[in-house]
């Protein structure tokens, strides 16, 4: 690697217009040599969605109605992560006071005690070994 963008965020080029990065924000999680995975922190999906109140509540139980604003984070469907300021919570940590977690209940706990201090996310970001630094 020449660069690591990891815990970076890449804003997209006005230039692209279409596709699962136009007008998008990523927070890069991971950046190896392996590959990068991220999130898109700013493509709300709205939370009333047959489909993802499914998720919500399959995933998270009672507490997944508690969830107003949920975003897609990337193209990788079949995912649910929550970026959050609990370290008790933290499957890993994103940047100082800012953790990630996939456990259900973790996030169940985070989103009924402290839920203003958290982002939920449908999806994720992901680059093959290479991709990222050849689409930058």
């Not at 399959?58 to 604003?69: K, Y």
């Not at 996030?107 to 070994?129: E, L």
Request: glycine letters at 10%.
């Amino acid at each position: 690697l020449v660069m690591c963008y990891e815990g970076k965020l890449l804003i997209a080029s006005p230039y692209v217009r279409s596709g699962s990065f136009a007008q998008t924000v990523v927070l890069v999680l991971k950046h190896g040599d392996e590959g990068a995975t991220g999130l898109v922190l700013n493509a709300p999906v709205e939370t009333g969605r047959p489909d993802v109140v499914l998720i919500l509540e399959s995933i998270l139980g009672e507490a997944g109605r508690a969830v107003r604003q949920a975003y897609i984070g990337g193209p990788i469907a079949n995912t649910f992560t929550m970026i959050h300021a609990d370290p008790k919570y933290a499957k890993a940590t994103i940047l100082p006071d800012v953790y990630l977690t996939d456990d259900p209940v973790s996030m169940g706990h985070v989103i009924r005690h402290d839920f203003f201090k958290c982002r939920c996310f449908v999806g994720y970001a992901g680059w093959a070994s290479g991709q990222l630094e050849y689409e930058m």
